[in-house]
């Protein structure tokens, strides 16, 4: 195995990175898995229940996607994993060819009421039936393979924001535990299994996580346990102190971020694999993504506009309808306004990942960086936060902090 810049590492039959280049501390790379390869920093739309809401397969390959995520718990509970395998597994059921990531649903169960921890693993209630339910860290890899990812996300113990140090110690200890029952549990060779460091944003316990998530020699490690409410430096402060402690020839993905700014500065950071529902869960209320910051195209000031969701981009609803469409469409809850809105904020997401890759490329990533959050982040914002903390520690508020300050161009 090599770090060197254009080298590639194999972590099994089937998948390999490469490090193409660098740019300081961003990577531009390529995963390959049995389904294909895809490009290196990447953003990876949310399929929970194996399909990306308001997006059919094709128009998500439109988009410029080449890999998307579908949920272990989600599929579990519906329609089932044993069905999925049946007819063909999850690349076939939802008629996907290209590199699929399964989350072990380890995220979902701790965020449920009634969650009873043990070392075994976690007894839950399913919220619609009240049937209790089990789930370990074998099982989350049974329900994973019969499901047929490419890339599967350990079982890990997250923790929420603020915890305890001793909580979040525990954590540590147990996903570390875990992860040698999910490695151990695994029985096919064409699924690559990822390793998620924890320890919430004590510097310390990440330092630890790492080191001992890293000493099962994994095909890629995951940070995960952030994006829960930590300010945007604490979040990146915890990236910092990380990633020195993740090998340079296996890629790095970081779980649940997707604001863009915070990609921008987590790529910097040495990150190369992000995903969100952000993009998609924001576009069925009607909120658009645009270089010079996002807005809501529900309000009445867009009834009458003509111009497109956003003039400088290529996608198949801005080449075609006119933010008063769209307007129409979301305050009539019709699902074409949602349909039109997702595609859009997607491509935008795909444009932004490839300006990025680009960029490390040209060796010029620095500038982009500062131009893209110059020009992305309203005047509000720029007084409120300087280049080195671009997010207040607001609640879910803080999913809409620019949508009524930012108008997009005309031209």
């Known amino acids: 195995m090599s770090s060197a810049d254009g080298e590639q590492t194999k972590a099994g039959s089937g998948f390999g990175f490469e490090l193409i280049g660098t740019d300081e501390g961003a990577r531009r790379g390529r995963v390959s898995v049995p389904h294909g390869s895809f490009e290196t920093p990447a953003f990876m739309p949310v399929g929970t229940r194996g399909t990306v809401k308001g997006m059919t397969p094709r128009d998500l390959r439109e988009t410029g996607s080449e890999i998307c995520l579908g949920n272990t718990y989600h599929l579990n509970i519906a329609p089932g994993e044993k069905i999925v395998k049946k007819l063909g597994g999850l690349h076939e059921f939802m008629a996907w060819d290209k590199p699929i990531l399964t989350d072990s649903g380890g995220f979902q169960v701790f965020s449920l009421p009634k969650l009873q921890v043990e070392e075994e693993g976690v007894t839950f209630q399913f919220k619609k039936s009240g049937t209790s339910i089990k789930l370990t860290p074998e099982k989350s890899i049974a329900i994973q393979e019969a499901l047929g990812a490419d890339i599967m996300m350990a079982f890990d113990h997250v923790v929420a924001y603020p915890a305890t140090y001793r909580d979040a110690q525990d954590a540590v200890y147990r996903t570390a535990r875990w992860l040698e029952r999910c490695k151990n549990a695994q029985t096919r060779d064409d699924q690559f299994l990822f390793g998620i460091v924890q320890g919430s944003t004590f510097h310390d316990l990440r330092v630890m996580s790492a080191q001992l998530t890293v000493e099962l020699d994994l095909p890629g490690y995951a940070i995960g346990g ?86 400088n981009c290529n996608c198949y609803a801005c080449q ?48 982009f960086r500062r131009g893209f959050l110059d020009e992305y982040l309203s005047e509000d914002r720029k007084e409120e936060l300087d280049m080195g903390d671009l997010r207040s520690d607001d609640d879910d508020d803080d999913l809409w902090r620019n949508e009524h300050s930012v108008v997009p161009p005309k031209r």
Do not use: W
């Open 226 to 311: 952030l994006s829960v409410g930590e300010p945007h430096g604490l979040m990146m402060e915890t990236i910092e102190v990380t990633e020195p402690h993740l090998p340079k020839d296996k890629p790095r993905y970081l779980m649940g971020v997707g604001y863009p700014e915070d990609i921008i500065e987590a790529v910097a950071r040495g990150v190369d694999m992000f995903d969100c529902v952000l993009p998609t869960r924001l576009a069925r209320s009607g909120v658009i993504f645009t270089r010079r910051g996002r807005y809501r195209v529900t309000k009445a000031q867009y009834k009458h506009d003509k111009y497109p969701l956003d003039t």
């Open 320 to 367: 075609n309808f006119s933010r008063a469409y769209l307007n129409h469409l979301i305050n009539s809850k019709e699902i074409l306004g949602s349909v039109l809105a997702t595609m859009h904020n997607i491509t935008f997401y795909q444009d932004l990942m490839r300006a990025i890759r680009q960029a490390i490329e040209e060796k010029r990533f620095d500038s």
